[in-house]
């Protein structure tokens, strides 16, 4: 009687640490589905950064497109086509010609100072980035700043009477103020205090 009590209390000890068993492999494979899914979700917060470096990215490419169109917006170039390739701007003062004349079709410019003192130079037309120049103002001589951003380069003499002042610096188109186009050249005539050396002529239609 006392062995049959013995195995009894030995099977129940058994069926217990069965039961424990079971219980700790359920709850460590709870513990790992759980890890699963925060993994899972971990997963899915970094597959979503790449949407918004794509979204970061277009930001940036929006910005720089605008401020490409503000830059463009700066400018003031001017076209032969509004001249129709061909102008005539005149001079109003002393020792300065009388007028200038611009010629795109052949790419030449003509200073004319009166009877045979007329001189053809070749001629190149570009659109520069914008700068600031001061001017003596037509018909005025007040002084005032304006934006220019397209230069005419004076080349090699072709032809008539020699004056080294009319190759003495680069000219300028600009529209103006009152919607017209002018010419602003070197100061040909001089004659200005040392502060205003920079300061060039506007010439206009």
Do not use: W
Not at 163 to 190: E, I, K, M, V, W
């Amino acid at each position: 009687m006392k062995k049959f009590f013995i195995i009894c209390l030995a099977a129940a000890f058994l069926l217990v640490g069965c039961s424990r068993t079971t219980s700790q492999n359920s709850d460590k494979k709870t513990s790992s589905d759980s890890v699963t899914i925060s993994s899972t979700r971990s997963n899915t917060i970094v597959s979503s950064n790449p949407q918004s470096s794509i979204s970061s990215q277009s930001n940036t490419e929006i910005v720089s497109s605008n401020t490409s169109a503000a830059t463009e917006q700066q400018q003031d170039f001017v076209s032969s086509s509004e001249f129709g390739g061909y102008a005539t701007f005149y001079f109003d003062g002393m020792n300065v010609p009388e007028s200038i004349n611009i010629n795109t079709n052949t790419n030449q410019i003509t200073f004319n100072s009166g009877t045979d003192q007329e001189a053809v130079y070749s001629l190149t037309m570009q659109n520069i980035s914008a700068k600031m120049i001061r001017i003596f103002s037509a018909n005025t001589t007040d002084i005032r700043k304006v934006k220019v951003s397209t230069a005419l380069s004076i080349g090699s003499q072709i032809s008539g009477a020699i004056n080294s002042h009319n190759q003495s610096g680069d000219l300028y188109l600009f529209h103006n103020r009152d919607g017209g186009l002018s010419l602003a050249t070197p100061n040909y005539a001089g004659n200005v205090p040392a502060d205003q050396t920079d300061v060039m002529i506007e010439v206009i239609q």
